[in-house]
């Protein structure tokens, strides 16, 4: 199997230098060869959650893939000299997954996402790559499963033999389903896509490629749910600009300890 290409150290994070070309490549030799693995898409939020949480952050740097789905992380990336790293986006990831995937014949499995959110995603995907294999979706409960429902969970995996689940949850709840339950499910990769259940279904409105690019996406989605997301952005950015001029100007040492 491929391995993984190098990382970057973001605040104690460890964040793989990946494009969507090097991302697809490195997906496709963990499928082929069934080596199990999580994959986290992280931006600002969830490299400033894993500050306060070692747990989380050990998840993060265990995770078969950690690509960057943040400008910021793509940024950080350049400045050490990856020059070839690009944005890994939740939504252009499962896109692009799909569109190959008509010809490597994966097959997919969505849990996640409020009731309905699965089953519409699955018919946007459907009707956009019409020889998509997908079988299955699945909408849990707002918490944990408890152990009955995690075994009917476990049944309808290996009857479906998915070659990925996708996950949509928010972090850091998606990680800690998937760092927890893999070992227990016939698949060989589940990748955690969050917020992209909602925008690829066309629950919630897609910023347009510019706004993604600039970095101000976050701005973008704080105007359209602002309720939810005000504490998030309004208190993790500024913290997140302040760790890292410190990593970055030599301050403050950030190790990726958790590996």
Not at 74 to 95: K, Q
Not at 115 to 144: C, M, N, Y
């Amino acid at each position: 199997m491929a391995a993984p290409p190098p990382r970057v150290n973001v605040l104690g994070v460890g964040v793989h230098t990946l494009n969507l070309r090097t991302a697809i490549t490195t997906l496709q030799s963990a499928i082929e060869s069934r080596t199990k693995g999580y994959v986290c898409v992280t931006g600002v939020h969830g490299v400033t959650e894993a500050q306060s949480d070692p747990g989380f952050r050990a998840i993060l740097n265990h995770a078969f893939l950690n690509t960057p789905d943040g400008m910021p992380m793509v940024w950080v990336g350049r400045w050490f000299g990856f020059e070839e790293m690009e944005r890994v986006y939740g939504p252009d990831l499962l896109i692009e997954v799909c569109k190959a995937s008509q010809w490597t014949r994966w097959k997919h499995f969505f849990y996640g996402g409020g009731p309905g959110t699965a089953e519409a995603l699955a018919d946007v995907l459907q009707s956009k790559f019409p020889r998509l294999q997908i079988v299955g979706t699945h909408t849990p409960p707002f918490r944990p499963l408890t152990p009955t429902e995690f075994q009917e969970f476990q049944a309808r995996v290996e009857e479906a033999r998915p070659d990925i689940i996708w996950v949509g949850l928010s972090t850091p709840k998606q990680e800690l389903f998937m760092a927890s339950a893999l070992s227990s499910l016939d698949v060989p990769v589940m990748i955690g896509i969050g917020a992209a259940f909602d925008l690829i279904s066309g629950k919630v409105r897609q910023s347009p490629r510019w706004i993604q690019r600039s970095g101000f996406e976050w701005l973008y989605r704080l105007v359209q749910e602002p309720r939810r997301l005000w504490r998030r952005y309004l208190k993790n950015n500024p913290l997140f600009v302040w760790r890292l001029f410190l990593q970055l100007s030599g301050l403050r040492r950030y190790s990726l300890d958790a590996d």
